[in-house]
Structures are given as structure tokens and as C-alpha cells.
């Protein structure tokens, strides 16, 4: 029986480290920060499943120094998270007019004390725009605790479209953030990030358990 057991554990261990070293997690918590840009995940087409709750969405316009065009900013709560069932993804796409320059990076903040898996999807559709060339990002980052980068070696310029920029995270709540757009200078505009619960949410939460689980077990039990 023991030596059964020794094998369950042995193998959960071995699942356990395959799926994590197939993840570009970037983030606190034990997990190790990268000392420079990895290549990111890339996730399988149609990766944004239809079972998978739309939380919030937001978008519009932007403009940089030399160049302008349109993003999608959308928050999820996915079944399939690498996390736990339910937790949040973020993902992002930006959307160039024709200029004389290109988008070389594009960041989002506020991801402080949270884990993240970071990657992109290179073809999906649906809220997002297909019908320009898509450009993939090439490396990512997260050189600071707060702020995750995507980096595009080429550029995405000339009307083309940046791929589904995903992160997923072991967060439950979301709040307004700030995505940067950057061609040369950054340009902001409004996204979203992780929220951390308010102390004093957390703390009713817990009276209420306090105080809830007795008279239930009284009730239960008289």
C-alpha cells in the first residue's frame, strides 16, 4: 500500500514539473524571476474557449509620437487557468494604422504579489481583429515585480495587428489598470489589472465565518 502511494506521489510530482517547465510563469511566490526576456508561451488557436466567462472589455484609440491605432483590453475568468479554475486572464491587442513607425513593446502593470503565466494566442478571433497581418511577440519579461512586457523584435507597424497578448494570473478580482503602448515614447491607456481584496473586505469576510459557523453548527446539530 505504501509502495503504491510512493508511486502516486512520485508521478503527480513528475506531471507537476513537466506542465511548469512548459509555462513562461514570471512572477513572486517561490517562483524564480528570470534575469532577462524569455520566449513566451504560445497558446493553441482558440485558446479563448467558448466555456471561459468575459468579465469586462474595453478599447479605443491610441497615439504615439509617429503612429496611431486601435486595442482590446479584456478581463476573464477561465475554467482552464493554469492556476486554479476560475482565476483571471488578461489579454490584450493593439491594432496599427499605417505610419512611419511600429509599436515595439506593449506593457501592463499592477501585477505586484501576483503569479503569472505569460503567452500569446497567434490567431483567434472573435472580439479581436484577424483581418490584418498578426505579428507575434517575440520575448517577455517581468524585470520588475509590477510591470509585465511583451517585446516585438520587428515591430507592429503598417496596419497590422499584435497576436492575443495573454496573462494569466492567480488573482480573482480585477481594477482599472494602465497598458503601455510604446513607439519610442510610451503612450497609456486604460486596461486592467489584478486587485488585491480591501483588509477590510476580507476582514467582514472573516467575521462573518466567525460568527456564522457556530449558529449553523447549532442549528444543524440541535
Do not use: W
Not at 493553441?44 to 509617429?66: H, Q
Not at 497567434?122 to 524585470?143: E, L, W
Not at 503602448?181 to 489589472?193: C, E, F, M, Q
Amino acid at each position: 500500500m505504501k509502495g503504491r502511494l510512493l508511486v502516486s506521489l512520485f508521478a503527480i510530482a513528475l506531471l507537476s514539473l513537466s506542465s511548469t517547465a512548459m509555462a513562461t510563469i514570471l512572477g513572486p511566490g517561490g517562483v524564480p524571476e528570470p534575469t532577462g526576456a524569455v520566449a513566451p508561451d504560445i497558446l493553441p488557436v482558440g485558446a479563448f474557449p467558448a466555456v471561459t466567462t468575459l468579465l469586462a472589455s474595453t478599447g479605443g484609440t491610441f497615439t504615439t509620437l509617429d503612429l496611431s491605432g486601435t486595442y482590446e483590453a479584456v478581463v476573464l475568468s477561465d475554467p482552464a487557468n493554469v492556476f486554479c479554475a476560475g482565476c483571471l486572464d488578461f489579454e490584450i491587442q493593439i491594432v496599427t494604422s499605417v505610419g512611419a513607425d511600429n509599436v515595439g513593446r506593449v506593457t501592463t502593470a499592477n501585477f505586484s504579489g501576483f503569479l503569472t503565466d505569460v503567452g500569446y494566442d497567434p490567431a483567434f478571433c472573435g472580439i479581436f481583429v484577424c483581418s490584418v497581418p498578426i505579428i507575434a511577440p517575440t520575448t517577455v519579461d517581468r524585470n520588475t515585480d509590477d510591470t509585465i512586457g511583451f517585446n516585438f523584435a520587428g515591430g507592429v507597424g503598417g496596419g497590422a495587428g499584435s497576436s492575443i497578448l495573454e496573462i494569466e494570473t492567480n488573482a480573482h478580482s480585477y481594477k482599472s489598470g494602465i497598458i503601455g503602448i510604446i513607439d519610442g515614447s510610451p503612450t497609456g491607456v486604460l486596461g486592467y489589472a489584478p486587485n488585491v481584496p480591501e483588509p477590510g473586505v476580507a476582514g467582514l469576510l472573516g467575521l462573518g465565518l466567525f460568527v456564522g459557523l457556530p449558529l449553523l453548527r447549532r442549528k444543524l446539530f440541535a
